[in-house]
């Protein structure tokens, strides 16, 4: 069980990279802003290059930050592609119940997806707005049945209203934190036993040279004409 405790002064044992994906305008950065900050900006604008912020969360007495980036969906922005992904233990693949083209095109973010994280990264299937249920494309069921079919994580939320956005990043929190405690663990049993592991108790999963300094900070790698 996980909760949030706000910052925390104590040693931060480990650091999640979650990354957000999806097309332009489904609200990625809209839920970011609701997880991170409790905010809500109705005239956001659409995320130029690269942008992250952190939240610190507690999980079974141990401090856990999670370290959540957000990019533009539009193709133009593609070169960031590698170095986005790298080192990522977690995703929300997002789309908008209201634009089923949003919807169309998830089989491609998680291809793209597979192709540059790691074979076990943590993913949670976003369908966001919600709170337009009146003006749904999607059908919740054919959400569930992609989800289910690729092992998915999924969930429908809404940054505007705030509904089941904390769950959804805990969730994929939650997961990441059961997956590495289990190897850690395994590994203190190898140890024990005379076996040789380099994952031992207390690792710090971090992407080098991306700590974040102030717990928010962007990276302006593209302008647009």
Known sequence: MSNYQGNFNSK???????VLIGDSAVGKSQLLARFARDEFNI??????????QTKTVNMDHKTVKAQIWDTAGQERYRAVTSAY???SVGAMLVYDISKRQTFDHVAKWLEELRGHADKNIVIMLVGNKSDLATLRAV???D???????????FMETSALDCTNVESAFLTVLTEI???VSKKSLMANEETESGGSSSLL???EII??????????????CCTSS
């Open 143 to 153: 959400a569930r049945e992609f989800a289910e079919k690729e092992s998915l994580f």
């Open 12 to 18: 931060i044992d480990y650091v999640f990279k979650v």
């Open 139 to 141: 059908p919740t069921e």
């Open 85 to 87: 992904y790298r080192g």
């Open 207 to 220: 992407v080098p040279g991306q700590e974040p300094v102030s717990g928010g900070r962007s990276f302006n």
């Open 177 to 179: 934190y059961r997956i």
């Open 43 to 52: 005239d956001s604008k659409a995320t130029i290059g690269v942008e992250f």
């Open 201 to 203: 108790k207390g690792t």
